[in-house]
């Protein structure tokens, strides 16, 4: 009887360690689901690749940071924080020895982020992820905005305490579940709502006003951020709630095709989404109102396509087009769905600040492969053979074709600007580029 009731305790206590060594890993799992959400690999990997070990650069306004390891490292990542080392640091700013960290990391959205969410990314980070014993250069910025007791005030003025996400009352549970990721760990304001000239968000959620997610007013990394509310032109007020999924998801849709930064977005967070996740984004972002109410929507106009097509290239910067873009975007602008994004009616495109659709023609970029879409897409650079004018000349073409009516003319002068950024011309192929200017 005693052998017995012995194996009986015995087995129960197995049980309850498996139990408890099941629920830990549970909360990994969904610690890790969460830190994809976040996309917090796409600052903090280094420049070999090494997940969560810091050291990439950002180039900023102020000058270029260079992100931390955040492995759980002793000495140089995270492996001594506590707790609430961890959440002071991803919800205020605040670092372990008391530093206020730049706002390049984007504590006031996460500071949104739920006890029970933010415990399962502490579990996940400090058993979740490899150790990497890497130190990362310090951030090169000139004094005195390289002082980081000055942030402190920053922080307490510009970036105060933000309250844990709440469902507003009689709130669709869908819209507040997408509400809660585009505040919170999607983290969408920061490229996307534009800054006020000390460097803080015009604003951080919907009640706010219209400025939040109307677009970025400053490149970022050589690209401009777009309009994610719901204006006619330059906005989402075109494409549908499922082709806002098949873009969180894929990277494209019957409309665009994801470029620049976001692409890292798109294949390091957005492609783990479940379907549930990317839908309640999708519908939130639908929910927005237009910044401009009375802009005027895209209407589509034939009178350049049929000119190219009986052979009349005589329009600025349509010989050009012809030559080098039209093979995938056609004459007509309407491009290869899912493939080649189409250019009429494209809010890039018609977008006031032309420095991404600029920036493409000049570096080219790739549609990465993911799930769902596992075939990546390569457009050419052309600023290897294309000098500042003619540059200028095709963008302005696309710019004002097929019914576009971007409000803007480029100029040599906007071209150049964007060929001096190093992000840029590293990606024009291996031409002498200064005889093009």
């Known amino acids: 009887m005693k052998i017995g009731l012995s194996a009986l305790l015995l087995g129960m206590l197995a049980f309850g360690v498996q139990a408890e060594e099941s629920n830990a890993g549970d909360l990994v799992k ?12 796409a600052c903090h990997t280094s420049k070999d690749g090494k997940p969560f070990a810091g050291g990439l650069p950002m180039v900023t306004p102020i000058g270029t940071i260079y992100s931390t390891n955040i492995t759980p490292d002793p000495q140089h990542g995270i492996g001594s924080y506590s707790y609430d080392d961890f959440q002071k640091a991803v919800r205020h700013g605040v670092a372990k020895n008391g530093d206020t960290l ?13 006890d029970d969410d ?10 979740g992820v490899q150790p990497i014993a890497q130190q990362n250069k310090e951030s090169d910025i000139p004094w005195p905005l390289s002082m980081r007791w000055p942030l402190s005030i920053w922080r307490g ?18 819209l507040a579940r997408g509400r809660y990721l585009v505040e919170g760990l999607g983290h969408c304001g920061a490229c996307h709502t534009p800054r006020s000239i000390t460097m803080q968000e015009k604003a951080l959620n919907d009640d706010n006003g219209g400025d939040y997610l109307s677009g970025s007013n400053a490149p970022i990394d050589g690209w401009t951020a777009s309009n994610l509310r719901g204006d006619s032109r330059d906005g989402l007020g075109r494409w549908s709630e499922d082709d806002l999924v098949q873009f969180l998801r894929t990277g494209r849709n019957d409309h665009t095709a994801v470029f620049g930064g976001m692409t890292d977005v ?10 549930e996740d990317a839908t309640a984004i999708a519908r939130y972002l639908k929910s927005l109102g237009a910044k401009d109410p009375n802009q005027v929507g895209f209407k589509p106009d034939d009178s350049v396509a049929k000119a190219l097509w009986r052979g009349d290239d005589s329009k600025t910067g349509a010989a050009l087009y012809v030559d080098s873009c039209a093979a995938c975007h056609k004459t007509d602008g309407s491009g290869y769905k899912r493939f080649f994004p189409e250019l009429a009616g494209n809010a890039v495109v ?35 053979r294309m000098n500042d004018h003619q540059v200028a000349d095709v963008v302005n073409f696309i710019r004002t074709s097929w019914g ?18 190093e992000a840029v011309v590293d990606n024009q192929g291996d031409a002498d580029i200064e005889k093009l200017k």
């Open 30 to 41: 969904r610690g890790e689901y969460l830190a994809r959400a976040g996309d917090c690999v």
């Open 102 to 114: 730049y706002p390049a990391m984007p504590y006031p959205s996460y500071a949104v982020v739920s």
């Open 118 to 127: 933010m415990h399962a990314m502490y579990a996940y980070f400090m058993h």
């Open 157 to 174: 003025i510009f970036a105060p305490d933000v309250k844990a996400f709440q469902p507003k009352a009689s709130e669709d549970p869908v």
């Open 266 to 275: 798109v294949e390091h967070s957005l492609q783990y989404l479940s379907a």
């Open 350 to 384: 018609q977008a006031d600040d032309p420095t991404s659709l600029i920036h493409i023609v000049l570096s080219g970029s790739t549609l990465p492969g993911v799930q769902g879409a596992p075939t990546a897409i390569t457009m050419p650079a052309f600023g290897w």
């Open 404 to 421: 576009n009516t971007a409000s803007t003319v480029v100029t040599e002068k906007d071209v150049a600007k964007v060929r001096k950024d």
